[in-house]
């Protein structure tokens, strides 16, 4: 007799931008886990844009759930500032909710997001998809126990290149420099053997935009943790190379976390490098977690950013335009 495979849980997409088509659709399609059954596209995309023959796309995600009740679990993949709505009225519905990062706009959202998730008993994941590269478990489980003098995050990356046009991101609640750099905490989060506070920011905004386009941190340990200082600069004006590097260095060497997360090196030796897999590992989890009946929500990186836009120093700068 033959054991019957489980029939993939279904689950539509909510904000059909870029990470949607880049990274969720090839990530459903290959983990076979779930089955994509509904895009949200305000603007209306067309299959040609969209590139899903067979599959419904709908105006807004009330509109999705009245249609199709059956719904297992939505992916919300929309900019942060409307992610909290959203969310509520999914988890409402009954449904399963991965959310991209960041998980809200502000840190009330996301606590207001794990009430209604426990209320609603159905599970929420805030995906910090950075932390899904096998180079930072290694470069995690290598730092255990040690005692981290001092870390440099370096995040500098060509806005223009990245996110044409994203007016959003520089908007009210669109986190700026940020968006990226929410990643880098998210790594940092996950690795450091000990917490990290935040002591000194400066943050750089355009005279035409809300929020920043650079920012440097100064963090530390607390009194009596195994972690020294950490220095975060980000940068969103960076041409030519682009760098998303996390240097560390411990009492017994030197661990050097390079390409977003994917690359390990160790004292200058290659210890791991891996082909960018974060969504499918992302999806894989949020089956399990939906398994298991829980969810996994950390609020950490959201944490920080917020602490630094609440202690840092904020400054005008030249004007951004695309
Ligand atoms: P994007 O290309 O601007 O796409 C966002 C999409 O959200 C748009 O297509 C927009 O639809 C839709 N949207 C806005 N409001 C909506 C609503 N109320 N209901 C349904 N859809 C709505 O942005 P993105 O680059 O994909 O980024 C989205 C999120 O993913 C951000 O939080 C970002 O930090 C995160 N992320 C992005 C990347 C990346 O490389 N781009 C990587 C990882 C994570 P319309 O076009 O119809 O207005």
């Not at 209604?116 to 590269?133: C, I, Q, V």
């Not at 240097?247 to 977003?260: C, K, Y």
């Not at 999806?283 to 950390?298: E, N, P, S």
Request: aromatic share 6%; hydrophobic share 45%.
């Amino acid at each position: 007799m033959t054991r019957s495979t489980p029939a993939p849980l279904t689950v539509g997409i909510v904000g059909f931008g870029k990470i949607a088509r880049d990274q969720h659709v090839p990530a459903i399609a290959a983990t076979g886990l779930f089955r994509l059954a509904a895009v949200v596209s305000p603007h209306g995309a067309t299959p040609e844009e969209t590139g899903l023959r067979d599959v419904p796309v709908f105006r807004s995600q009330a509109e999705m759930l009245a249609a199709l009740p059956g719904l297992d679990a939505v992916a919300i993949c929309t900019p942060p500032a409307v992610r909290h709505a959203l969310t509520v009225e999914a988890l409402r519905a009954g449904k399963h909710v991965l959310i991209e990062k960041p998980p809200a706009a502000t840190l009330t959202e996301l606590r207001l997001l794990l009430d209604a998730a426990e209320g609603a008993k159905r599970t929420l994941f805030a995906a910090w998809h950075s932390r899904f590269n096998a180079a930072v478990e290694e470069t995690r489980r290598r730092l255990a126990g040690a005692t981290v003098r001092h870390a440099a995050i370096t995040w500098k990356e060509d806005v223009r290149r990245w996110h044409p046009g994203q007016d959003w991101i520089f908007a009210a609640g669109g986190f700026g420099v940020f968006d990226p750099g929410i990643n880098a905490l998210s790594i940092l989060t996950a690795i450091l053997p000990g917490p990290v506070v935040v002591r000194d920011a400066e943050l750089r905004v355009p005279a035409n935009r809300d929020t920043p386009i650079a920012a440097t941190l100064r963090m530390e340990g607390v009194a009596g943790s195994a972690v020294g200082t950490v220095t975060a600069a980000f940068d969103f004006l960076q041409e030519g190379e682009q760098t998303w590097t996390i240097a560390i260095e411990t009492e017994s060497g030197r661990f050097d976390l390079t390409h977003g997360g994917t690359r390990l090196s160790e004292d200058g030796v290659p210890v791991m490098a891996e082909p960018d897999s974060e969504y499918q590992r992302i999806y894989r989890r949020f089956h399990q977690l939906i398994a298991d009946a829980t969810g996994d929500v950390d609020a950490r990186p959201l944490q920080l950013v917020a602490d630094a836009c609440l202690i840092g120093r904020w400054r005008t700068t030249d004007a951004f335009h695309w």
